[in-house]
């Protein structure tokens, strides 16, 4: 391929920019009067004659037309400007300094084209007879004379209001534009780049005369830990075109999984909590494919295209594992036939199909033990995960079938919560305590110290030999890492995870980070492992992208991953939560706002934050939908015994 001819993709949005210029032009309209304002209350400006005569010029004898009519030509002008900028000039805004920059120049040009001609032309002869009006008891030949020596000293005025106009339009103009406005798109690469003369450097070393110095970071997995040091780390090598950036991923978006339990009952739409990869890589190449193999030794992997299942090989410079981890069924394959999980998208839209029908085979159903069957539902797990799906699903079958349901007797309904610990929530101390008592005075049965040792026949059968009818298990007993991580010559701890060291690297393979699920981090003051937490992943993230950094640029320094736990909470109910916070305890209610205070915080982008904002404030006044939204999963035949 000939790539001298290479044009960009310019992602560029005329409407966006204009909009854009609007903005900027309308809150610079406000920043540029205010000191005339001010020198009209404690000096001798003559700004209100002024918005008066532009008023004129339209026939009124309102100030506030005339400033409504300045506004309105200096904003189209603005736009012209910017147009002509980046059109002709091949101006990119995207840059503070030539935002500003873009700025100063359309208030000049604004000065010279509008406020002169006008004040001249137009303002002149309408000031005078103004002027008279306002002063009838000054001469004609009083006034001309003042508003000629005013005249040096209008035009200064005027100069300096429209230079303060141009750099508040500049400056926000030019952050919306780096935001969400212009970018140059490599069509060959798909990558984007914020101006063109970093484009240009990339077609040349990447295209034309490939360089060798060309470093390759490849990130695998698109969860808390993969997407973070996506964000950061292309956020740093934007403009060096000496660095490409891949992730590989088997989902196409990231998913907010702390919101999963409410997804699940219905609180949150799914898409609220998933995120598309490709809208966070803009100087980065995204796959999504599964990783079969990575090899060490040759610096590269191998994935597999999810349609077709073709391989391909993807080579590294810098490879940075964020795989997560998969559910852990401890080898018990009839657990892992007969139980659902709470792990991705899919899992909660099955589960919340399966409610919506045991609820809607239950309110038909005649006999009482095969309705308890029905309105039995197990989940195995007290950490987390475990409890925060217990106590959704809780109040949603009890507040549907109160609501919907009426042929479903209440005794019928049986939530119940298996734990292999003595204690649910063992990371909050005390009030895993108080989250326990809470959800049994709510409903919720608790097998503590109990293990789930199989089910067969819609039976699940404890390790203390009790026997539970039921067509619900949820699964949320534990998490293990990837195959092929597990596959990995690397050293290990026996829970699977890779061993890194302070700096969370491979200890024989430095260009190799591991962080989030998939790593064994210790803490380098007191020795002990760090939780495999998205806390921890979300930390772990800076000192990576920072040693990353340092690597590639020659920089001998290297930093311990060092980081002081601030606590942990959880969401039991609704309007009720529990929360270890720096050592201080919250339960209740505020508990319950500081969970989704904090989760809500940490969603990807304003979008989704606004989406599960409204999600979140219609449910608190509605209650749950019960549509169920597909019929493409399996159900169960259930078979009445005579």
Known sequence: ???????????????????????????????????????????????????????????????????????????????????????????????????????????????????????????????????????????????????????????????????????????????????????????????????????????????????????????????????????????????????????????????????????????????????PIRKFCKRAQFHQAKVVNISLDSKQITIQRIYDESQRIIPYDYLVLAMGGKINFFGNSNIEKNSFTIKSLDDAIKIRNHIISMLEDADQETDPSLQQKLMTFVVVGGGFSGVETVGEINDFVRESARKFYRNIKHDNIRIILVSAGDKILPEIGNLGEYAKQTLQKAGVTFHINTR????????????????????????????????????????????????????????????????????????????????????????????????LENKINGVDAQYDFIYDTKGSMAKIGKKDGVALLMGHEFKGIIAWFIWKQYYLSTLPTTEKKIRVGLDWFVDLFFPRDITRLSSVFDQKRITRKN
């Open 1 to 275: 391929m000939n790539t001298n001819h290479i044009s960009p993709i310019v992602n560029f949005s005329l409407r966006k920019e204009v909009f854009f210029v609007a903005i900027g032009s309308i809150v610079g309209a406000f920043t540029m009067h205010l000191p005339i304002i001010f020198s009209d209350l404690f000096g001798n400006s003559s700004y209100n004659v002024w918005l008066l005569v532009a008023a004129k010029i339209v026939n009124s004898s309102q100030p506030e037309i005339g400033l409504a009519l300045h506004f309105f030509v200096a904003t189209i002008i603005g736009m012209i400007t910017g147009i002509f900028l980046h059109r002709v000039l091949r101006f990119n805004i995207s840059i503070i300094s030539k935002g500003l920059a873009y700025g100063i120049i359309s208030g000049i040009v604004v000065f010279v084209v509008f406020a002169i001609p006008v004040t001249q032309i137009f303002l002149a002869p309408n000031t005078i007879e103004i002027l008279s009006e306002i002063n009838p008891e000054m001469s004609s030949n009083q006034i001309a004379q003042e508003v000629k020596l005013g005249l040096l000293n209008q035009m200064l005025n005027s100069l300096f209001m429209h230079i303060i106009w141009g750099i508040t339009l500049g400056i926000i103009s030019s952050l919306l534009t780096r935001k969400i406005g212009a970018n140059y798109l490599c069509h060959i690469c798909n990558i984007e780049f914020s101006n063109i003369k970093t484009y240009e450097h990339h077609k040349e070393n990447v295209h034309v005369n490939p360089s060798p110095n060309l470093k390759k970071i490849l990130i695998l997995g698109g969860g808390y830990a993969g997407v973070g040091v996506l964000n950061k780390i292309q956020k740093i090598f934007e403009n060096n075109v000496d660095v490409s950036i891949d992730l590989v991923s088997e989902s196409n978006f990231f998913l907010h999984t702390p919101m999963l339990p409410e997804m699940a009952t219905g609180t949150i739409e799914p898409r609220h909590i998933a995120t």
């Open 452 to 547: 789930l040792n199989d089910i067969s026949n819609d039976i699940a059968t404890l390790n203390n030999g009790e026997k539970i009818s039921t067509l619900t298990v949820i699964w949320a007993g534990g998490n293990t890492v990837e195959e092929v991580i597990q596959k990995l010559n690397a050293k290990h701890h026996p829970s699977g995870r890779l061993v890194v060291n302070y700096q969370l690297k491979l200890e024989d393979n430095p260009e190799v980070f591991a962080l989030g699920d998939c790593a064994f981090s210790v803490d380098p003051r007191s020795k002990t492992p760090y939780p495999p937490t998205a806390q921890h992943a979300i930390r772990q993230v800076k000192t990576v992208v920072k040693n």
